[in-house]
């Protein structure tokens, strides 16, 4: 007999007492929906909330910063962590993980998995550190919490690849749900770094989804040579303050190798300093 859902939130920070609730959820063949999150939980990570609920028999939300993911030189210190009000927004959720480093990564932990290629480029390229953090905790998670359904955002597209990559290569017994971007009415693509900015710097944020906007409108009207969408796509971030432009890629979605014309399906992604925020944007040219 299936058992009824529960309305409360379980908060578990054990890895153990999570095993044991995915293990008994699996027993009475409930399907198990994971939605990986480093909290500060904003609606682009309630719709993946939303889509593991509508799909799934039981949710699991995990917040964790995950400290192997960052650079020395980045802000793991200064991420925003606000437990209380995520808690507050999991309605309907069952599970919320959310494990201590120590939990996470004894003193006398040594296991990392690489997903190798598609990661030397774009983030990987400025963020070394990243993709190594990523797939290790996410491995970690899928181990853990055992999730039929895992939910994960195309804002971080580099980053689901990994992960798709990581599924197949490891031979994962999950399946990977993407969801679309969840953008603010005026474009900024949404994100728990948004909150470092101030209200200028959010102004000049701006001109990322604007530029991937102009950038697409340019291509729909016939321009090809990626290097002049490039250089529009520069023009349209260049020259206000406290802007730095990491990368602008013109590139294949799926090796991330650079493209010179835009021709099949193409990513444009881009990375950019604002202020104290690095923040990343894309979006995707179908074939044209
Ligand atoms: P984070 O907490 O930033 O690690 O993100 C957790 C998950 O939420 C990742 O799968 C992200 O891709 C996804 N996510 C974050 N922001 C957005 C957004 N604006 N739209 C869609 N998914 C998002």
């Given at each position: 007999?299936?058992?009824?859902?529960?309305?409360?939130?379980?908060?578990?920070?054990?890895?153990?007492?999570?095993?044991?609730?995915?293990?008994?959820?699996?027993?009475?063949?409930?399907?198990?929906?994971?939605?990986?999150?480093?909290?500060?939980?904003?609606?682009?990570?309630?719709?993946?909330?939303?889509?593991?609920?509508?799909?799934?028999?039981?949710?699991?939300?995990?917040?964790?910063?995950?400290?192997?993911?960052?650079?020395?030189?980045?802000?793991?210190?200064?991420?925003?962590?606000?437990?209380?009000?995520?808690?507050?927004?999991?309605?309907?959720?069952?599970?919320?993980?959310?494990?201590?480093?120590?939990?996470?990564?004894?003193?006398?932990?040594?296991?990392?998995?690489?997903?190798?290629?598609?990661?030397?480029?774009?983030?990987?390229?400025?963020?070394?550190?990243?993709?190594?953090?990523?797939?290790?905790?996410?491995?970690?998670?899928?181990?853990?919490?055992?999730?039929?359904?895992?939910?994960?955002?195309?804002?971080?597209?580099?980053?689901?690849?990994?992960?798709?990559?990581?599924?197949?290569?490891?031979?994962?017994?999950?399946?990977?749900?993407?969801?679309?971007?969840?953008?603010?009415?005026?474009?900024?693509?949404?994100?728990?770094?948004?909150?470092?900015?101030?209200?200028?710097?959010?102004?000049?944020?701006?001109?990322?989804?604007?530029?991937?906007?102009?950038?697409?409108?340019?291509?729909?009207?016939?321009?090809?040579?990626?290097?002049?969408?490039?250089?529009?796509?520069?023009?349209?971030?260049?020259?206000?303050?406290?802007?730095?432009?990491?990368?602008?890629?013109?590139?294949?979605?799926?090796?991330?190798?650079?493209?010179?014309?835009?021709?099949?399906?193409?990513?444009?992604?881009?990375?950019?300093?604002?202020?104290?925020s690095r923040l990343i944007d894309n979006c995707i040219i179908e074939e044209i």
């Amino acid at each position: 007999m299936m058992e009824t859902k529960t309305q409360t939130l379980q908060a578990v920070s054990s890895i153990s007492e999570m095993k044991e609730i995915s293990q008994s959820f699996r027993k009475q063949n409930l399907t198990i929906g994971l939605v990986p999150t480093m909290g500060c939980l904003h609606e682009g990570h309630l719709n993946l909330v939303k889509r593991s609920l509508e799909t799934c028999d039981r949710t699991v939300v995990s917040i964790f910063v995950n400290p192997t993911q960052f650079g020395p030189d980045e802000d793991l210190d200064t991420y925003p962590r606000q437990l209380q009000s995520d808690i507050e927004k999991l309605e309907g959720v069952d599970i919320l993980f959310h494990p201590s480093n120590e939990e996470m990564y004894p003193t006398d932990y040594k296991t990392y998995v690489q997903v190798q290629d598609i990661t030397e480029h774009l983030c990987g390229k400025s963020r070394p550190d990243l993709f190594k953090g990523v797939s290790t905790v996410v491995l970690k998670l899928f181990n853990i919490v055992r999730p039929h359904n895992a939910y994960f955002g195309e804002k971080d597209w580099q980053q689901l690849a990994v992960i798709e990559a990581l599924v197949e290569d490891l031979n994962l017994d999950v399946v990977l749900n993407r969801v679309p971007i969840v953008r603010e009415p005026d474009g900024l693509a949404m994100s728990s770094r948004n909150q470092y900015l101030s209200q200028q710097e959010r102004q000049t944020a701006l001109s990322l989804s604007r530029s991937l906007k102009e950038a697409r409108d340019n291509i729909r009207q016939g321009t090809t040579s990626a290097k002049v969408i490039s250089d529009l796509i520069r023009q349209g971030l260049s020259g206000k303050e406290g802007v730095e432009i990491d990368y602008i890629s013109i590139c294949d979605p799926k090796t991330f190798r650079g493209k010179e014309q835009v021709c099949g399906r193409t990513l444009i992604a881009l990375a950019v300093k604002v202020g104290p925020s690095r923040l990343i944007d894309n979006c995707i040219i179908e074939e044209i």
